[in-house]
C-alpha cells in the first residue's frame, strides 16, 4: 500500500461549518483588510484566494491596493486607517513589499489587535510562548489543523524543520516545539540536509526550492509536510495561479513510494495550500473578538 495522501481540500472542507457558525454568529461580518503595494501576479492570485474563500464563509475582505511607488509613510497611513476604522476586524499587509520600504516598520504599524498575520512583536511573543490564545501566523494554523484532522500528534515526534522565515519556517517550528516534538530546524546553511532530514518522524518543507527533498531524504514511516510552492520555472510563487503548473518542495512523485504504506504526505497543489487561507479567516474571527 502506498502512503497516505493528506488532502488539504477535504480538510478544509470539514472545517468549514464550524468556521461559518462562527462567523453566523456576530453581529457584523468580519472584515479582513487586505494591504497590497505593486501588482506582483502571484500577489494578486493569492489575494483572489483568500477573498473567495472568505465570501464562502461568510466574511469579507477589503483590498486596499497602493501603487508600486507609494512611500513607506503611504503604506503606514493606510495601515492606520484600518486600525482605526470600526469596520476592520483584522489587517494584513501581503508580502513581500517593495524593497524600499522596510517591512518590519510596516507591520508593527499594525495594531497587534487586528494583526490577522500574526507577525507584530507582540504577537510573535505570544506564539513563541505557546500561548493558547496566540494568533499565530497562517500556514502555521493551517498545518495544525491539517495534523489534527488527520489525528497525527507532534507529542514526542523528531519534526524538522527546512526553512527559518519569521513568516513560515519559524512559526512551524515553534508550532512544533509548543506541541511537545523535538525539533530541528534547517536553512541554506545546513551542512549536510539530508542527514538531517532522514532523522525526520515529521518531515516540514518551507525553502520555496523545487525538488529539494528527494527519496533519499526521508525514512520509511515519515510524514511530509510540502509547504513550498513553486512554478515548474523555478520561481517561488503563493498560492494557485491558474494555468501555471505548481509544484513543491519535495518531489513528490519519488518520494511517495519511499515512505511506505506507514507514512504520509501532502500534496502541491491541494495541500497545505487551502489550510492557509482556512487559518487567515479563524485568525480573523478569533480577532473580532477583541476590537
Ligand atoms: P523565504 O525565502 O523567506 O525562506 C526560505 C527558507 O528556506 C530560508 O530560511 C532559507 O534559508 C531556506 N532555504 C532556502 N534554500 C534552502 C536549501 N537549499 N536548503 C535548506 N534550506 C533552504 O520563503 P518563505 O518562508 O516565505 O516561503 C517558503 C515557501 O513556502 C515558498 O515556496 C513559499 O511560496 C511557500 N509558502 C507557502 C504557503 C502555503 O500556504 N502553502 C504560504 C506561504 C509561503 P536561509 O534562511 O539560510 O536563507
Given amino acids: 500500500m502506498p502512503a497516505l495522501i493528506i488532502d488539504g481540500r477535504a480538510a478544509r472542507e470539514?472545517?468549514?461549518?464550524?468556521?461559518?457558525?462562527?462567523?453566523k454568529a456576530l453581529i457584523a461580518p468580519p472584515t479582513l483588510a487586505i494591504i497590497q503595494v505593486g501588482d506582483r501576479p502571484d500577489s494578486t492570485a493569492f489575494i483572489k484566494a483568500k477573498s473567495a474563500f472568505a465570501v464562502k464563509v461568510g466574511a469579507k475582505t477589503r483590498h486596499i491596493h497602493l501603487s508600486e511607488d507609494a512611500s513607506q509613510a503611504d503604506v503606514i497611513k493606510s495601515v492606520q486607517e484600518c486600525n482605526a476604522s470600526h469596520d476592520i476586524h483584522g489587517?494584513?499587509?501581503?508580502?513581500?513589499?517593495?524593497?524600499?520600504?522596510?517591512?518590519?516598520?510596516?507591520i508593527e504599524a499594525i495594531d497587534p489587535r487586528k494583526d490577522a498575520d500574526g507577525l507584530t512583536a507582540l504577537?510573535?511573543?505570544?506564539?513563541?510562548?505557546?500561548?493558547?490564545?496566540?494568533?499565530?501566523?497562517?500556514?502555521?494554523?493551517g498545518v495544525k489543523e491539517l495534523l489534527e484532522h488527520y489525528k497525527l500528534s507532534l507529542f514526542g515526534k523528531h519534526v524538522v524543520v527546512v526553512g527559518r522565515s519569521m513568516l513560515v519556517g519559524k512559526p512551524l517550528a515553534a508550532l512544533a516545539l509548543n506541541e511537545n516534538?523535538?525539533?530541528?530546524?534547517?536553512?541554506?546553511?545546513?551542512?549536510?540536509?539530508?542527514?538531517?532530514?532522514?532523522?525526520?518522524?515529521?518531515?516540514?518543507?518551507?525553502?520555496?526550492?523545487?525538488?529539494?527533498?528527494g527519496p533519499g531524504h526521508v525514512h520509511e514511516g515519515a510524514v511530509v509536510i510540502d509547504v513550498g510552492i513553486n512554478d515548474a520555472k523555478r520561481e517561488k510563487l503563493e498560492e494557485e495561479i491558474p494555468g501555471r503548473k505548481l509544484v513543491g518542495d519535495v518531489d513528490f512523485a519519488a518520494v511517495?513510494?519511499?515512505?511506505?504504506?506507514?507514512?504520509?504526505?501532502?500534496?502541491?497543489?491541494?495541500?497545505?495550500?487551502?489550510?492557509?487561507?482556512?487559518?487567515l479567516i479563524e485568525n480573523l474571527v478569533d480577532l473580532c473578538a477583541r476590537v
Fill in 14 to 23: 470539514a472545517y468549514m461549518p464550524a468556521l461559518q457558525a462562527r462567523i
Fill in 91 to 106: 489587517i494584513i499587509v501581503q508580502l513581500p513589499l517593495p524593497i524600499t520600504i522596510d517591512q518590519d516598520a510596516v
Fill in 123 to 141: 504577537n510573535v511573543k505570544h506564539w513563541l510562548e505557546g500561548r493558547e490564545d496566540a494568533i499565530m501566523p497562517a500556514t502555521a494554523r
Fill in 181 to 213: 516534538a523535538t525539533v530541528t530546524i534547517c536553512h541554506s546553511r545546513t551542512a549536510d540536509l539530508a542527514q538531517e532530514t532522514k532523522k525526520a518522524d515529521v518531515l516540514i518543507v518551507a525553502a520555496g526550492r523545487p525538488a529539494l527533498i
Fill in 256 to 279: 511517495l513510494p519511499a515512505l511506505g504504506d506507514a507514512g504520509a504526505i501532502t500534496p502541491v497543489p491541494g495541500g497545505v495550500g487551502p489550510m492557509t487561507v482556512l487559518g
